[in-house]
C-alpha cells in the first residue's frame, strides 16, 4: 500500500484541483489528510489504485512523492494505537504519518508511514 504525498500552494482551489485529477481518473480516495505551511502545502493520500494514481498526477503535471506505507488492523477501542506507537517509538521507528484508514465491526485498520519500513514489518507481523 502506497501513500501519494501532493506539493501543492497554500492556496483557495488547490484540494479542488487535486481531488478533481483524481476522479477524472475514477481513482477511489480511500484516506485523505493535508497540511499546510507558510511555503505551501501538502496532500497526503491512498486510493485504491496506486498505478492509475501515479499516472494521473503526473498527467497533470502535479508535484508528488509516493511511500510505501504498513496497514494495521487493531481493536476499535482506546489504547490500540498507542500500543503501537509506543512500541515503535522503543524500536526507534519514528511514525511519519497516521491514517485511519476505516472501522468495521470492532477493528480498526490504520496505515503507517515509518522512517523504517524493515523494523515496522518486522514488529507488526
Known amino acids: 500500500m502506497r501513500q501519494f504525498e501532493i506539493s501543492v500552494a497554500n492556496k483557495i482551489g488547490c484540494l479542488a484541483t487535486v481531488t478533481d485529477v483524481l476522479a477524472q481518473s475514477r481513482v477511489n480516495i480511500k484516506a485523505i489528510a493535508t497540511d499546510t505551511k507558510e511555503s505551501g502545502g501538502v496532500i497526503k493520500i491512498v486510493t485504491d489504485d496506486e498505478e492509475v494514481t501515479r499516472d494521473a498526477l503526473k498527467d497533470a503535471g502535479l508535484e ?4 510505501e506505507i ?3 488492523h487493531l481493536l476499535d477501542k482506546p489504547g490500540e494505537i498507542a500500543k503501537v506507537a509506543r512500541a515503535m517509538s522503543n524500536l526507534n521507528i519514528n511514525i511519519e504519518s497516521v491514517f ?5 465491526q470492532g477493528t480498526a485498520h ?4 515509518v522512517d523504517d519500513l524493515i523494523k515496522a514489518k518486522e514488529l507488526l507481523k
Open 64 to 67: 508528488f512523492r509516493e511511500h
Open 70 to 72: 504498513v496497514l494495521v
Open 100 to 104: 485511519l484508514m476505516d472501522r468495521d
Open 110 to 113: 490504520v496505515a503507517f508511514k
